[in-house]
């Protein structure tokens, strides 16, 4: 039996949506371990007033909890 739990976690970017949600997978993996799936909620994208952008991705985070904590690579 296992048990899933999910978390909500921003990413942001300069480049892209893409750029911004791998930032939030490249944050979690130092912290989460067991990540099955990744769901995107939401993306927005701030404008500077002099027009750039920074691209915005809200997803949910989907992992399994772990009776005992293993090494993770």
């Known amino acids: 039996m296992s048990v899933v739990k999910t978390v909500e976690a921003i990413g ?3 480049r892209s949506w893409d750029d911004a949600v791998q930032e939030v997978l490249r944050r979690a993996y130092r912290t989460v371990i067991g990540i099955r799936e990744i769901e995107v909620v ?3 994208a701030a404008v500077s007033p002099r027009g750039e952008l ?3 991705m ?3 985070l989907h992992f399994e ?3 005992e904590l293993e090494p993770h690579g």
Do not use: C, I, Q, W
Request: charged share 45%.
């Open 12 to 14: 942001r970017s300069r």
């Open 42 to 44: 939401g993306r927005t």
């Open 54 to 56: 920074e691209y915005e």
């Open 58 to 60: 809200r997803v949910l």
């Open 65 to 67: 909890l772990v009776d």
